[in-house]
């Protein structure tokens, strides 16, 4: 990770400050925070590694990490958590298989559930998963490249 003020590689991903400028990390917008490349003024787009700039058009405001770790743990199953953080396509599958098994087993008056009950499960322990591994920092960004916030 590099300071967006001024480009320096951050010694650690722990540091909340860069040791070259002291500016707090994730403020600025001249360098990239992915490779550390000069980016132009209101870009939205690294042209060195291609990763969205943070701030710039496709940046937006960053997600709270809590938020989208706890809507995956509770709320993963629909996928609520991936279309929190931009995930759309991941999302979809999450929602539509859980919405269709829950539809079988409605219909069939909870004889369906004996076959759907396994996908249903598996949504569940997906969202879970990945509502633990965004709450530990495995996944820290968003689906536009932007970090989560603590």
Same mark, same amino acid.
């Given at each position: 990770? /590099?300071?967006?003020?001024? =480009? ?38 690294? %042209? ?6 943070? =701030? ?12 989208? @770790?706890?809507? =995956?743990? #509770?709320?993963?199953? #629909? @996928?609520?958590?991936? #279309?929190?953080?931009? /995930? ?7 929602? *539509? ?5 829950? %539809? *079988?087993? *409605? #219909?069939?008056?909870?004889?369906? /559930? ?16 990945? =509502? ?19």
């Amino acid at each position: 990770m /590099y300071c967006r003020s001024c =480009g320096n590689e951050f010694v650690s991903e722990a540091a909340n400050v860069c040791t070259k400028c002291g500016v707090q990390k994730g403020v600025g917008e001249t360098y990239c925070q992915n490779c550390g490349s000069a980016v132009a003024s209101g870009a939205s787009v690294c %042209l060195n590694c291609g990763v969205a700039v943070t =701030g710039g058009a496709a940046g937006g405001e960053a997600k709270s990490k809590i938020a989208a @770790g706890l809507l =995956g743990i #509770f709320l993963g199953q #629909f @996928g609520i958590h991936n #279309f929190y953080l931009g /995930y759309k396509n991941k999302a979809l599958i999450q929602v *539509i298989v859980t919405g269709v098994c829950h %539809l *079988i087993g *409605i #219909f069939t008056c909870t004889v369906g /559930y004996i076959v759907t009950i396994w996908p249903i499960l598996g949504m569940a322990i997906w969202g879970l998963v990945e =509502g633990i591994m965004i709450l530990t920092g495995s996944i820290n960004k968003d689906a536009g490249g932007n970090l989560l916030k603590d």
